[in-house]
C-alpha cells in the first residue's frame, strides 16, 4: 500500500483511481461500506483501489477544545486498510491550507490521481467550511465527467451508524452493541506498565495499560470479558477499568488485565485488549476475601463470552 501523506504528493498512476474519499475517523460499518464499495467498482474496472482521509481530525484545526477521542489508533488504522486491500492510501494532515480550499479547488487538486470514480457517504461535505455536499459533487461529476458514487447511512437496530454514537456506546460500557456497529470489537493497545502487583498477590496477576493521555475511547468502569493480544497470541481475559476503590491509593483510572493462560514477562511489551462483554460496575469490597471471592466469580462470569 502507498501512503502519500501531502497534497504535494498526489500523483497518477498506471490506472486510473478509484477513491473513497471521507474522515473515516472510526473505521465503523458506514466507512467500511463505502470503502468496500469502492473496491467493488475498482476491481470492476481494473481501477486501482485509493482512500483520501486525515492523519488528524478536522477538529483538531477547526474546534481543537471539541476533539473527540480516537476510536482507532493511527497504526491500527493502517492495518485495517491495508487488510481491505487498499493500493493507495492519502493521509494528510487537515490543515489551514486544506481548509481554505474551496470545493472546486479541492477537486482540482486531486485530478492529479487521474480518478475514475469517487464514492462518499450521502453525508458528505468538503471544501471551505464544507460547503461542498453530494449535490455539488454529483454537478462537477456531470460536468468533469467522472463516475459517481454516494452511498447510504447504515442503521443498527434503527439507529444511524456513526463514530459520535459509537463514542457514547462503549463509554456507557455497551460494548456488544459498540462492535456491531464498528464490525469488530473496540480495542485499546498500550505498553505494559508496573502495577502494585496486588493481583499476583490475589492470584490474579494483571498486566496493566495507564489509561492517562491515552486520547482514546474509555469504556465505563467496571470489569470485563476480554480477549488480548500478545506476543502473536490470542487469549481470554477479565479486565477491570478504574481506581481500586477496595485499596483506595490509585489515583488515576488504569486497565488491569488478568489473562488466561498466560505465562512469562510482559513488561514493556505491547498489549492489546478487546472488549467483548461488560460483567459489572466497580465495587468496593468489605476486605481481601470478599474480593477474591468476587474475582472467583468474575472469570466464570468472562468465560461464558470467551
Excluded at 461500506?33 to 467493488?40: F, M, N, R
Excluded at 492510501?89 to 479541492?106: E, G, K, R
Excluded at 493480544?229 to 477499568?241: E, H, K, P, R
Excluded at 467483548?276 to 462470569?301: H, S
Amino acid at each position: 500500500m502507498e501512503i502519500i501523506t501531502s497534497l504535494e504528493q498526489l500523483h497518477s498512476f498506471a490506472a486510473p483511481c478509484v477513491v473513497a474519499l471521507g474522515t473515516f475517523d472510526g473505521l465503523h460499518r458506514g466507512h467500511l461500506d463505502v470503502i468496500g464499495t469502492a473496491k467493488q467498482e475498482a476491481e470492476h474496472t481494473g481501477a486501482k483501489l485509493a482512500v483520501f482521509t486525515f492523519s488528524n481530525h478536522p477538529l483538531e484545526w477547526i474546534n481543537p477544545a471539541h476533539v473527540p477521542v480516537a476510536l482507532v489508533t493511527p497504526a491500527v488504522k493502517l492495518q485495517l486498510l491495508e487488510s481491505l486491500g487498499v493500493d493507495v492510501l492519502i493521509d494528510i494532515p487537515f490543515n489551514q491550507l486544506v481548509a481554505d480550499l474551496l470545493p472546486q479547488q479541492f477537486l482540482e487538486r486531486l485530478r492529479a490521481l487521474n480518478y475514475s470514480c469517487l464514492v462518499v457517504g450521502e453525508n458528505f461535505t468538503y471544501g471551505q467550511r464544507g460547503m461542498g455536499n453530494v449535490y455539488t459533487l454529483a454537478a462537477s461529476a456531470q460536468a468533469l465527467g467522472f463516475k459517481l458514487i454516494v452511498r447510504k447511512l447504515i442503521s443498527n437496530n434503527g439507529t444511524i451508524i456513526s463514530s459520535t454514537e459509537i463514542r457514547r456506546l462503549i463509554t456507557a460500557g455497551e460494548v456488544q452493541q459498540a462492535a456491531k456497529m464498528l464490525g469488530r470489537s473496540y480495542s485499546i493497545s498500550g505498553i505494559v506498565a508496573h502495577g502494585n502487583e496486588r493481583g499476583r498477590l490475589l492470584g490474579y496477576p494483571t498486566a496493566n495499560l495507564e489509561l492517562v493521555d491515552a486520547h482514546v475511547a474509555i469504556p465505563l468502569g467496571g470489569v470485563y470479558a476480554v480477549r488480548a493480544y500478545v506476543d502473536g497470541g490470542v487469549y481470554g481475559g477479565m479486565a477491570n477499568i478504574g481506581k481500586n476503590p477496595t485499596f483506595g491509593d490509585v489515583e488515576k483510572p488504569r486497565l488491569e488485565t488478568n489473562i488466561f493462560g498466560f505465562s512469562g514477562d510482559i513488561y514493556g511489551k505491547t498489549l492489546t485488549i478487546e472488549f467483548v462483554q461488560r460483567i459489572r460496575g466497580e465495587v468496593k469490597f468489605a476486605g481481601i476475601d470478599a474480593l477474591k471471592e468476587q474475582l472467583a466469580q468474575d472469570k466464570l462470569d468472562c468465560l461464558k463470552f470467551l
